[in-house]
């Protein structure tokens, strides 16, 4: 399992990272269960959680109206694989890792694929 928190991003945008991801891989979220803005001058923080497995079904690239900033956070293997997704959907800019014992940390900014 791994978590997956959206920052940085339109309503619109964390719909289509959250629906790339949810193509591919199970998630804590059902189906119909999109981000909705909340009133006020916070910045939104989208989450979902996702059970990456060997068998994900690739999406071909995807475009967005800017660019998302992405945090996963999760044992190895499931961070990669979160990785490898958003990477064949999006153009990805790895700018922060932390790893740790059994888990690590990757911070990543999405825009579309030129």
Do not use: C, H
Request: hydrophobic share 35%.
């Amino acid at each position: 399992m791994a978590t997956v928190s959206l920052t940085g991003a339109s309503q619109e945008d964390a719909a289509t990272v959250f629906g790339v991801l949810r193509t591919a891989f199970p998630t804590d979220r059902p189906s119909g269960d999109v981000p909705q803005e909340q009133p006020g001058d916070r910045s939104a923080v989208w989450s979902a959680e996702f059970e990456p497995t060997q068998e994900w079904i690739p999406t071909d690239p995807t475009p967005l109206e800017g660019q998302v900033s992405v945090t996963l956070q999760g044992g190895y293997v499931a961070v990669d694989q979160l990785f490898e997704a958003l990477n064949a959907a999006f153009a990805v800019d790895q700018w922060g890792t932390a790893s740790g014992d059994q888990e690590k940390e990757v911070d990543l900014r999405l825009t579309t694929k030129r």
